[in-house]
Structures are given as structure tokens and as C-alpha cells.
């Protein structure tokens, strides 16, 4: 599946499809010291380098140019011992190949949640022909490692931050074509994230916090018998759920259905968020964000 960028400007890309995974990060003290620059030298060890060649934070004013011999100096970054003193509240990351819409990238918010109670997030993307096993590597580390609220892998669609409208204009048709492919507007979803579950897709991270606050019985998922092929790992911050031995579009257009997102969506339905965030583009002009939130579970209100 191939991203798009503009008439006018081809060379700007403004939607993309990778291999993603979006993370809704619990204990920012904890992300903010080690963990954020634990997953980076995680993610730098997997992802194709040559590709990473731009970076930003929200302290430097612009995009910067990278070379792979500087990838140390970035994980120094987010490592500093400065950075141990206090959660930098709002402070981002990112290292990415396009600064439109990406196909890989490392992205890092960090918010002090005493503040709003929203949660920050990290999100990491690879190229959509990648090997999943690496996004599921990345997944169980995490859930072994650092504490979530949840988090959700799969094919995820990307779009150029400064062309929110346009690219969300193409995701809204790619949605109506694609039920497997998974849509996150990291920022608003962090204000709902410690709340419940933002979705289900080939992954399915649930933290230890938002299982005991939600009633989540993880024991019981995991004795589940599922009809699809569905496995329900354990790991010390919680479960990861993989529904189906690798990731799927979902194409409609190729009558694939996702039958093993579908039946993990209906496991967990009742932990969703009760709000979904309300989307760009088509989805506003018809206002149906809440629609396709559901897509797995009510196929027919979608199509």
C-alpha cells in the first residue's frame, strides 16, 4: 500500500502506511530517566538506519539532519542525567526519515501527568514491508520493561503533521478499504488513554494500571479459548495480545476480513474508551470517527 503526497509537490508526502506501534506511557519519572532512551537504542537496533536522516526536539527550533554515526549522541539525549531531576512536561523527540508523513520513525512525548492526567506516548514505525516479528519484539520489550496503559501494533497510517486535513482527507478512503488498518491521534488520545482501551489491532498491549482500574481480568483473557488464531502473552507490566500470526490490511476490495482482530475487539469491547477521539477529514465532514472506532465489532454502521 502506497503513501501520497501532493499534486503540486510530489515530493512531499502527507499519508503514509507503516508498521507501527503506539504506546500510551504510564509513570513518566520512569520514561523520562531510562525508558525513553532504552527504547530508542531498542528501536536503532532493528530499524533501517540509512533512512533516519532527520530529528527534532521541542526544545530546537527546526528539523536537523542526521548521519548514523550521531545515533549515539541521540540516545545521550534522552539520557542525560539533567533529565533525572524532574518529567519534562511536554518535551518531545523525534527522529524520523520525512517530515511529512513517515514510513520510520521514533517518536516521544513526555508529559507530566500530575498536572492533566493525560498520559504521554512513543510511537515507533517501521516500513511497512519490515519483518512484524521485529514490531512484536519491540511490544513484548516494552511489556516486560516499561509501564503502559496500553498500546496498539499493526499497520498504522501516518500523516504530515502541517497537512493534517489533506492526509486525513486520503486515511478516512484507505479506512473504508482497509478494516485492519489502525488510525491513532496520539495526542488526543493521551488525554483518554488512562481511561481505557483505544482500539485493538494485530497487537494489544494492556498495562497492569488500566487492567486494575478498568477490572480487566487478564488471567481470564489468557485462559480464553479463542476460535482464531490469538495468543495472549504475559509479561511483567501486563498481557500482549497478537491476533493472527502477522499483521493484515484487511482489504475489503480483496474480500480479506480480519476475523482474528474481530474476534479480540469483541473480547475487549467493553474496556473501550467510551469517547473515541473525533477525527480529521472525512471522518469530520461525516462525522463518523465513532463509527469506524467500532468498524470490528458493528461492520455494517461502517460500510
Do not use: C
Amino acid at each position: 500500500m502506497d503513501g501520497y503526497g501532493l499534486s503540486s509537490a510530489p515530493d512531499v508526502s502527507v499519508a503514509e502506511v507503516a508498521l507501527g506501534l503506539t504506546l500510551y506511557l504510564d509513570e513518566p519519572e520512569r520514561w523520562a530517566h531510562e525508558g525513553a532512551a532504552a527504547m530508542l537504542a531498542a528501536f536503532l537496533e532493528v530499524a533501517p538506519r540509512d533512512r533516519l536522516v532527520w530529528y527534532t526536539t521541542s526544545m530546537i527550533p527546526d528539523w536537523h539532519r542526521v548521519g548514523r554515526d550521531e545515533f549515539p549522541g541521540l540516545v545521550e539525549v534522552l539520557s542525560s542525567p539533567w533529565t533525572q531531576r524532574r518529567v519534562r512536561h511536554h518535551f518531545s523527540f523525534r527522529l524520523v526519515d520525512n517530515v511529512g508523513a513517515q514510513n520510520v520513525g521514533f517518536t516521544y512525548h513526555e508529559v507530566d501527568s500530575s498536572r492533566d492526567g493525560r498520559a504521554g506516548f512513543l510511537q515507533l514505525l517501521l516500513p511497512q514491508e519490515h519483518d512484524p516479528n521485529d514490531l512484536l519484539q519491540l511490544a513484548l520489550q516494552v511489556g516486560h520493561h516499561w509501564p503502559i496503559w496500553s498500546g496498539i501494533g499493526g499497520y498504522l497510517a501516518t500523516w504530515h503533521a502541517h497537512m493534517k486535513a489533506e492526509g486525513w482527507d486520503l486515511l478516512y478512503g484507505w479506512a473504508r478499504r482497509y478494516l485492519g488498518l489502525d488510525l491513532q491521534d496520539p495526542e488526543a488520545g493521551s488525554w483518554q488513554a488512562p481511561h481505557g482501551l483505544l482500539g485493538t489491532n494485530w497487537l494489544t498491549l494492556i498495562g497492569n494500571r488500566l487492567a486494575e482500574s478498568r477490572e480487566i481480568d487478564l488471567a481470564g483473557l489468557r485462559a480464553h479459548a479463542f476460535a482464531n488464531d490469538v495468543a495472549v502473552v504475559p509479561v511483567q507490566g501486563g498481557v500482549v495480545v497478537r491476533a493472527g500470526a502477522a499483521p493484515t490490511l484487511g482489504d475489503l476490495n480483496q474480500l480479506v476480513y480480519p476475523s482474528a482482530y474481530a474476534e479480540v475487539a469483541r473480547q475487549l469491547q467493553m474496556h473501550f474508551v467510551k469517547g473515541p477521539p473525533a477525527f480529521w477529514g472525512g471522518f469530520h465532514q461525516h462525522g463518523n470517527s465513532a463509527q469506524w472506532f467500532r468498524r470490528l465489532l458493528e461492520p455494517e454502521d461502517w460500510r
